[in-house]
């Protein structure tokens, strides 16, 4: 089984609104994910729109983690996953079918976000918080 990180394109929408970009976000788990567990794959799923190259810089950082960025069928990788990471993707609506954990990121939020696919408990806004969820998977 996998992590599955769902990106958006939440800066080109919204600039700094939130305090954190997509980037950011990402950055956040695969820091995580090499500080506790870094033999996990981790399926960093790009948004449609998003551009493949966006996370080059953050590829080639984390380039000893074992970080998968192809496109698939979402449904399928949803099945498979462990676990699922993103901000406010309409695909936690896939997740929530499959019963699957799912956790959107807002570390540096300095503005709420309304997440209508997630319960509040799943909203993580801290590092320490991404970590022991990472810890319990």
Same mark, same amino acid.
């Given at each position: 089984?996998?992590?599955?990180?769902?990106?958006?394109?939440?800066?080109?929408?919204?600039?700094?609104?939130?305090?954190?970009?997509?980037?950011?976000?990402?950055?956040?788990?695969?820091?995580?994910?090499?500080?506790?567990?870094?033999?996990?794959?981790?399926?960093?799923?790009?948004?449609?729109?998003?551009?493949?190259?966006?996370?080059?810089?953050?590829?080639?950082?984390?380039?000893?983690?074992?970080?998968?960025?192809e496109d698939c069928n979402v449904y399928e990788l949803i099945f498979y996953s462990k676990v699922v990471f993103g901000i406010n993707s309409s695909v936690f609506m896939?997740?929530?079918?499959?019963?699957?954990?799912?956790?959107? !990121?807002?570390?540096?939020?300095?503005?709420?976000?309304?997440?209508?696919? !997630?319960?509040?408990?799943?909203?993580?806004?801290?590092?320490?918080?991404?970590?022991?969820?990472?810890?319990?998977?």
């Amino acid at each position: 089984q996998y992590l599955v990180i769902l990106s958006e394109y939440l800066y080109e929408l919204y600039g700094l609104n939130f305090g954190f970009t997509e980037y950011e976000m990402v950055e956040n788990v695969l820091d995580s994910v090499d500080k506790l567990n870094p033999n996990i794959p981790i399926f960093l799923k790009l948004h449609p729109r998003e551009n493949k190259n966006k996370y080059n810089i953050l590829l080639r950082k984390y380039s000893h983690l074992n970080i998968i960025c192809e496109d698939c069928n979402v449904y399928e990788l949803i099945f498979y996953s462990k676990v699922v990471f993103g901000i406010n993707s309409s695909v936690f609506m896939e997740c929530n079918l499959f019963n699957k954990p799912t956790f959107s !990121i807002q570390i540096g939020s300095k503005k709420e976000m309304f997440i209508k696919l !997630i319960e509040n408990d799943k909203i993580i806004s801290s590092k320490k918080d991404l970590e022991n969820i990472l810890i319990s998977f």
